[in-house]
């Protein structure tokens, strides 16, 4: 996906909400959509799996109807989602909403971003490579990578640490597969989607916060959780899916 693809229409205005888990975002949003004539965008990278629904708390299919929802549950596993699949969405659904306010729903912070035309065009890196990448790095480890990135994007090095494994393996994984390091990469920027962005941040007392997580947790348990994660193991194993790592799939795949 190219980022620098021409919007023909800068629309009017988006409504975007974020915060904490279980600081009840989507509520909000549903709050809002009884004021405004507006849609719901899902922003949440775990939430627009066909997988997992009761685990990565996706709403209802009787909210989704409700409340005009989009992008929950629109991939299917093992598949992958990424900013670019995703935004390519947004684009198609905008399309169709008329006068309606988008209201963007979820913790995502790259997909949000590109909203604001901040997303570079990092082209999609083939699997072999970041494959061959990890193995590389595992036998020289994190200095000797740090010191050629150093030298491929000095740069960029000196914004990250030399024990920020992930940061490090994308910066030279990036470098390998295209030929660009990243300092290119984040001058190639995406143009904003939108003429004004209202961007709603949700502020909760600690103690408030982590009792609503400890709710949410009960809820997901008495759901359907566990058999969802029993009959998603049941399909052929993707490690390196997304959705390996949604929050508490491996407590529960260990359980079961």
């Known amino acids: 996906f190219n980022f620098k693809i021409k919007v023909k229409v800068l629309y009017p205005l988006a409504i975007l909400i974020g915060g904490p888990t279980a600081s009840q975002k989507t509520k909000l949003a549903f709050e809002i959509q009884n004021k405004l004539p507006s849609i719901l965008i899902n922003s949440d990278s775990m939430q627009v799996y066909n997988d997992l629904g009761s685990l990565t708390n996706v709403p ?27 935004f390519t969405n947004v684009l198609k659904v905008l399309s169709k909403a008329k006068e309606k306010i988008p209201i963007f729903v979820g913790g995502t912070g790259l997909y949000l971003e590109s909203l604001y035309g901040k997303i570079s065009p990092i082209p999609e890196i083939p699997p072999k490579v970041e494959k061959k990448i990890k193995e590389l790095h595992e036998k020289q480890g994190n200095l000797s990578f740090f010191k050629k990135l150093q ?30 390091n990243l300092t290119y990469w984040h001058s190639q920027v995406s143009r904003k989607l939108f003429k004004k962005i209202i961007y709603l941040t949700i502020s909760v007392d600690r103690c408030k916060l982590y009792k609503s997580i400890d709710d949410r947790c009960l809820k997901i348990m008495k759901s359907n959780a566990i058999n969802e ?28």
Do not use: M
Not at 60 to 86: A, D, H, R
Not at 151 to 173: F, G, H, P
């Open 151 to 180: 030298q491929v994007d000095e740069k960029y090095s000196r914004k990250i640490s030399r024990n920020d494994t992930q940061r490090l393996l994308r910066a030279i994984t990036v470098k390998i597969a295209t030929g660009k």
């Open 229 to 256: 994660v029993s009959n998603f193991l049941k399909k052929k194993k993707i490690i390196d899916h997304p959705l390996h790592k949604s929050i508490g799939f491996k407590i529960i795949e260990e359980y079961v």
């Open 60 to 86: 209802s299919n009787e909210e989704i109807k409700k409340y005009s929802c989009n992008l929950f549950k629109f991939i299917e596993y093992p598949e992958k989602c990424n900013v670019g699949i995703w």
